[in-house]
Protein backbone atom coordinates (compact mmCIF):
# COMPACT_ATOMS: atom_id res chain seq x y z
CA UNK A 1 0.00 0.00 0.00
CA UNK A 2 1.03 3.40 -0.89
CA UNK A 3 0.70 6.18 2.15
CA UNK A 4 1.61 8.90 -0.04
CA UNK A 5 1.46 9.24 -3.88
CA UNK A 6 2.34 12.62 -6.04
CA UNK A 7 -0.06 12.99 -9.42
CA UNK A 8 2.10 12.54 -12.33
CA UNK A 9 -0.06 14.60 -13.74
CA UNK A 10 -0.37 17.84 -11.86
CA UNK A 11 1.80 17.15 -8.95
CA UNK A 12 -1.03 17.40 -6.32
CA UNK A 13 -1.24 14.51 -3.61
CA UNK A 14 -3.66 11.62 -4.78
CA UNK A 15 -5.96 10.20 -2.17
CA UNK A 16 -7.59 6.80 -1.74
CA UNK A 17 -9.69 5.92 -4.52
CA UNK A 18 -12.74 3.48 -4.57
CA UNK A 19 -10.91 0.47 -3.45
CA UNK A 20 -7.47 0.08 -1.26
CA UNK A 21 -5.42 -0.44 -4.48
CA UNK A 22 -6.74 2.79 -5.99
CA UNK A 23 -5.72 6.15 -6.36
CA UNK A 24 -7.31 9.32 -7.88
CA UNK A 25 -6.26 13.23 -8.08
CA UNK A 26 -9.35 15.52 -7.30
CA UNK A 27 -7.26 18.38 -8.84
CA UNK A 28 -6.82 17.32 -12.34
CA UNK A 29 -9.10 13.78 -12.19
CA UNK A 30 -5.97 11.45 -12.75
CA UNK A 31 -6.58 8.19 -11.42
CA UNK A 32 -3.65 5.27 -10.86
CA UNK A 33 -4.14 1.66 -9.34
CA UNK A 34 -1.28 -0.46 -7.47
CA UNK A 35 -1.85 -3.68 -9.55
CA UNK A 36 1.19 -5.54 -10.58
CA UNK A 37 1.69 -7.26 -13.90
CA UNK A 38 1.93 -11.12 -14.57
CA UNK A 39 2.81 -11.20 -17.86
CA UNK A 40 4.50 -14.22 -19.31
CA UNK A 41 3.89 -16.02 -15.89
CA UNK A 42 1.32 -18.70 -16.29
CA UNK A 43 -1.58 -18.74 -13.56
CA UNK A 44 -2.41 -15.54 -14.76
CA UNK A 45 -2.99 -16.83 -18.35
CA UNK A 46 -4.85 -19.82 -16.97
CA UNK A 47 -7.79 -16.90 -15.68
CA UNK A 48 -7.69 -15.39 -19.37
CA UNK A 49 -9.16 -17.57 -22.28
CA UNK A 50 -7.14 -16.36 -25.12
CA UNK A 51 -9.09 -17.60 -28.15
CA UNK A 52 -12.39 -16.62 -26.42
CA UNK A 53 -10.99 -12.85 -26.21
CA UNK A 54 -9.46 -12.45 -29.53
CA UNK A 55 -13.01 -13.71 -31.29
CA UNK A 56 -14.95 -11.59 -29.11
CA UNK A 57 -12.77 -8.33 -29.91
CA UNK A 58 -11.81 -8.85 -33.16
CA UNK A 59 -14.89 -7.20 -35.47
CA UNK A 60 -14.82 -4.14 -32.54
CA UNK A 61 -11.24 -3.62 -32.58
CA UNK A 62 -11.01 -3.56 -35.94
CA UNK A 63 -13.65 -1.25 -37.31
CA UNK A 64 -12.03 1.20 -34.32
CA UNK A 65 -8.67 0.54 -35.97
CA UNK A 66 -9.78 1.07 -39.58
CA UNK A 67 -11.28 4.86 -37.92
CA UNK A 68 -7.18 5.63 -36.83
CA UNK A 69 -5.72 4.54 -39.57
CA UNK A 70 -7.95 7.07 -41.61
CA UNK A 71 -6.95 9.41 -39.13
CA UNK A 72 -3.24 8.98 -39.94
CA UNK A 73 -3.23 9.07 -43.01
CA UNK A 74 -5.14 12.28 -43.39
CA UNK A 75 -2.42 13.41 -41.01
CA UNK A 76 0.19 11.70 -42.85
CA UNK A 77 -1.48 11.62 -46.88
CA UNK A 78 1.79 10.80 -48.31
CA UNK A 79 1.84 6.85 -48.27
CA UNK A 80 5.68 4.54 -47.08
CA UNK A 81 6.66 6.18 -43.72
CA UNK A 82 7.43 3.82 -40.79
CA UNK A 83 4.89 3.15 -38.50
CA UNK A 84 5.17 1.30 -34.95
CA UNK A 85 2.56 -0.31 -33.10
CA UNK A 86 3.52 -1.23 -29.46
CA UNK A 87 1.76 -4.13 -27.84
CA UNK A 88 0.77 -5.09 -31.50
CA UNK A 89 -1.12 -8.65 -29.84
CA UNK A 90 -2.16 -10.05 -33.10
CA UNK A 91 -1.34 -8.09 -35.58
CA UNK A 92 -4.90 -6.56 -36.43
CA UNK A 93 -3.53 -3.13 -36.48
CA UNK A 94 -0.59 -4.12 -38.42
CA UNK A 95 -2.51 -5.52 -41.15
CA UNK A 96 -4.77 -2.58 -41.46
CA UNK A 97 -2.18 -0.28 -41.70
CA UNK A 98 0.17 -1.69 -43.85
CA UNK A 99 -1.86 -0.45 -46.90
CA UNK A 100 -0.37 3.21 -46.50
CA UNK A 101 2.69 2.41 -43.80
CA UNK A 102 5.92 -0.05 -43.59
CA UNK A 103 4.99 -1.35 -40.42
CA UNK A 104 6.68 -3.10 -37.37
CA UNK A 105 4.83 -4.45 -34.03
CA UNK A 106 6.39 -5.06 -30.60
CA UNK A 107 4.93 -7.61 -28.43
CA UNK A 108 5.88 -8.66 -24.78
CA UNK A 109 3.40 -11.56 -24.12
CA UNK A 110 5.39 -14.71 -25.62
CA UNK A 111 2.30 -16.90 -26.58
CA UNK A 112 0.79 -14.07 -28.48
CA UNK A 113 3.99 -13.50 -30.44
CA UNK A 114 4.57 -16.83 -31.23
CA UNK A 115 1.17 -16.67 -32.87
CA UNK A 116 1.74 -13.60 -34.99
CA UNK A 117 5.10 -14.26 -35.84
CA UNK A 118 4.19 -17.78 -37.17
CA UNK A 119 1.45 -16.12 -38.94
CA UNK A 120 4.05 -14.23 -40.83
CA UNK A 121 3.64 -10.88 -39.07
CA UNK A 122 6.13 -8.28 -39.21
CA UNK A 123 6.73 -8.48 -34.75
CA UNK A 124 9.73 -8.47 -32.51
CA UNK A 125 8.99 -10.04 -29.38
CA UNK A 126 10.37 -7.80 -26.41
CA UNK A 127 9.44 -4.54 -24.34
CA UNK A 128 9.42 -1.28 -25.28
CA UNK A 129 11.33 0.93 -25.98
CA UNK A 130 14.18 -2.06 -24.90
CA UNK A 131 13.04 -4.06 -28.11
CA UNK A 132 14.54 -1.69 -30.45
CA UNK A 133 17.64 -0.48 -31.45
CA UNK A 134 19.10 2.75 -30.00
CA UNK A 135 18.98 4.61 -33.44
CA UNK A 136 15.58 3.09 -35.13
CA UNK A 137 13.30 6.26 -36.23
CA UNK A 138 9.86 5.60 -36.93
CA UNK A 139 7.21 8.63 -38.45
CA UNK A 140 4.51 7.38 -36.35
CA UNK A 141 4.40 5.84 -32.98
CA UNK A 142 0.84 3.58 -31.82
CA UNK A 143 -0.51 2.52 -28.48
CA UNK A 144 -3.11 0.58 -28.70
CA UNK A 145 -4.53 -0.34 -25.71
CA UNK A 146 -1.18 -0.24 -23.86
CA UNK A 147 -0.65 3.41 -22.24
CA UNK A 148 -2.59 2.48 -19.45
CA UNK A 149 -0.97 -0.96 -18.53
CA UNK A 150 2.99 0.73 -18.67
CA UNK A 151 3.39 1.86 -15.11
CA UNK A 152 6.29 4.53 -15.86
CA UNK A 153 4.38 6.23 -18.40
CA UNK A 154 7.04 9.18 -18.28
CA UNK A 155 9.69 7.06 -19.12
CA UNK A 156 7.48 5.34 -22.25
CA UNK A 157 6.93 9.00 -23.38
CA UNK A 158 10.27 9.86 -23.11
CA UNK A 159 11.30 7.04 -25.83
CA UNK A 160 8.50 7.96 -27.96
CA UNK A 161 10.09 11.51 -28.79
CA UNK A 162 13.92 9.62 -28.85
CA UNK A 163 12.63 7.16 -31.42
CA UNK A 164 9.91 9.56 -33.33
CA UNK A 165 11.27 11.60 -36.49
CA UNK A 166 10.96 15.81 -36.48
CA UNK A 167 6.91 15.99 -36.43
CA UNK A 168 6.16 12.60 -36.21
CA UNK A 169 2.96 11.47 -34.74
CA UNK A 170 2.01 9.55 -31.73
CA UNK A 171 -1.43 7.74 -30.87
CA UNK A 172 -2.62 7.14 -28.09
CA UNK A 173 -5.76 4.63 -27.84
CA UNK A 174 -7.11 3.88 -24.27
CA UNK A 175 -9.93 4.11 -22.19
CA UNK A 176 -11.22 6.78 -20.45
CA UNK A 177 -11.87 7.89 -16.69
CA UNK A 178 -15.05 10.25 -18.23
CA UNK A 179 -16.77 7.23 -20.20
CA UNK A 180 -20.33 6.62 -18.79
CA UNK A 181 -19.40 2.66 -17.83
CA UNK A 182 -16.20 3.66 -16.24
CA UNK A 183 -17.95 5.89 -13.99
CA UNK A 184 -20.96 3.48 -13.46
CA UNK A 185 -18.47 0.86 -12.08
CA UNK A 186 -17.22 3.74 -9.70
CA UNK A 187 -21.15 3.97 -8.39
CA UNK A 188 -21.35 0.74 -8.13
CA UNK A 189 -18.14 0.57 -5.57
CA UNK A 190 -19.97 2.95 -3.56
CA UNK A 191 -22.99 0.74 -2.99
CA UNK A 192 -20.83 -2.45 -2.19
CA UNK A 193 -20.32 -3.67 -5.70
CA UNK A 194 -17.18 -4.08 -6.90
CA UNK A 195 -16.90 -6.76 -9.77
CA UNK A 196 -17.49 -4.48 -12.40
CA UNK A 197 -14.95 -1.60 -11.23
CA UNK A 198 -12.70 -4.46 -10.71
CA UNK A 199 -13.17 -5.32 -14.37
CA UNK A 200 -12.35 -2.36 -15.49
CA UNK A 201 -9.29 -2.32 -14.42
CA UNK A 202 -8.50 -5.62 -15.30
CA UNK A 203 -7.78 -6.48 -11.90
CA UNK A 204 -6.42 -10.37 -11.65
CA UNK A 205 -5.71 -10.82 -15.27
CA UNK A 206 -1.91 -10.96 -16.80
CA UNK A 207 -1.33 -7.01 -17.70
CA UNK A 208 -3.97 -4.84 -15.21
CA UNK A 209 -4.78 -1.25 -16.62
CA UNK A 210 -2.88 1.06 -13.97
CA UNK A 211 -3.91 4.37 -14.94
CA UNK A 212 -7.11 6.12 -16.33
CA UNK A 213 -6.85 9.04 -17.71
CA UNK A 214 -9.26 11.56 -19.15
CA UNK A 215 -8.56 13.46 -22.35
CA UNK A 216 -7.29 16.59 -20.63
CA UNK A 217 -5.01 15.54 -17.73
CA UNK A 218 -3.58 13.06 -20.56
CA UNK A 219 -2.85 15.78 -23.09
CA UNK A 220 -1.29 17.49 -19.86
CA UNK A 221 1.15 14.90 -19.20
CA UNK A 222 1.68 14.48 -23.10
CA UNK A 223 2.89 18.39 -23.25
CA UNK A 224 5.55 17.78 -20.48
CA UNK A 225 6.96 15.76 -23.15
CA UNK A 226 6.69 18.12 -26.16
CA UNK A 227 3.63 16.41 -27.84
CA UNK A 228 1.31 18.59 -29.31
CA UNK A 229 -2.21 17.47 -29.43
CA UNK A 230 -3.70 17.37 -33.24
CA UNK A 231 -6.72 15.43 -33.18
CA UNK A 232 -8.47 13.16 -31.07
CA UNK A 233 -12.00 11.39 -31.02
CA UNK A 234 -13.71 8.79 -29.05
CA UNK A 235 -14.16 4.73 -30.04
CA UNK A 236 -16.90 1.89 -29.48
CA UNK A 237 -16.44 -0.08 -26.93
CA UNK A 238 -18.88 -2.84 -27.60
CA UNK A 239 -20.54 -4.13 -30.59
CA UNK A 240 -23.52 -6.76 -30.74
CA UNK A 241 -21.61 -9.28 -32.51
CA UNK A 242 -18.87 -10.74 -30.55
CA UNK A 243 -20.67 -9.82 -26.74
CA UNK A 244 -21.06 -13.23 -25.36
CA UNK A 245 -17.28 -14.15 -26.12
CA UNK A 246 -15.96 -10.63 -24.49
CA UNK A 247 -18.66 -11.65 -21.77
CA UNK A 248 -17.11 -15.12 -21.43
CA UNK A 249 -13.32 -14.00 -21.33
CA UNK A 250 -13.11 -13.77 -17.74
CA UNK A 251 -14.11 -17.88 -17.18
CA UNK A 252 -15.70 -17.61 -13.96
CA UNK A 253 -19.40 -16.80 -14.51
CA UNK A 254 -21.80 -19.61 -15.54
CA UNK A 255 -24.30 -19.84 -18.38
CA UNK A 256 -27.06 -18.16 -17.28
CA UNK A 257 -24.54 -15.41 -15.55
CA UNK A 258 -23.52 -14.79 -18.60
CA UNK A 259 -26.44 -14.68 -20.97
CA UNK A 260 -28.19 -12.08 -18.27
CA UNK A 261 -25.06 -10.06 -18.25
CA UNK A 262 -25.49 -10.17 -22.02
CA UNK A 263 -29.16 -9.54 -22.62
CA UNK A 264 -28.82 -6.16 -20.71
CA UNK A 265 -25.81 -5.31 -22.13
CA UNK A 266 -27.44 -5.25 -25.46
CA UNK A 267 -30.42 -3.35 -24.30
CA UNK A 268 -28.01 -0.79 -23.23
CA UNK A 269 -26.11 -0.59 -26.17
CA UNK A 270 -27.98 2.36 -28.19
CA UNK A 271 -28.53 4.63 -24.75
CA UNK A 272 -24.59 4.38 -24.76
CA UNK A 273 -24.11 5.87 -28.06
CA UNK A 274 -25.32 8.90 -26.55
CA UNK A 275 -23.24 8.95 -23.34
CA UNK A 276 -19.67 9.44 -22.76
CA UNK A 277 -17.08 7.41 -24.28
CA UNK A 278 -15.03 4.86 -22.70
CA UNK A 279 -12.67 4.53 -25.17
CA UNK A 280 -10.56 7.88 -26.36
CA UNK A 281 -7.93 8.02 -28.90
CA UNK A 282 -5.61 11.54 -29.16
CA UNK A 283 -3.15 11.84 -31.81
CA UNK A 284 0.03 14.16 -30.86
CA UNK A 285 2.47 15.60 -33.03
CA UNK A 286 6.33 15.60 -31.68
CA UNK A 287 7.05 19.27 -31.73
ZN1 LIG B 1 -3.50 15.56 -10.69
Known sequence: MINMMRCRV???????????WHYSCASCGYEFADLRPAINVDDAHCQLNELSRANGLRLLRERNFKRLVRSLTLLRPTAGGRLL????????????????????????????????????????????????????????????DVIEHIIDVESALRACSRHLSPG??????????????????KACCR??????????????????????????????????????????????????????SRVSQAGSHGLLARLVVCFFASLSLPLLRFAPADIIYVIYRKE
Open 10 to 20: CSDHMKHGSRE
Open 85 to 144: DVGSAHGWFLDIASSHFSVLGIEPDRRIYDVANGQGKPVRFGFFPSALGEKEIFDVIVFN
Open 168 to 185: GLLLLNLPSSSGVIYRFS
Open 191 to 244: VGINSLFERMWQKGLPSPHVHYFNARNLSRLANKFYFKKITSGTLSTFSLRGLY
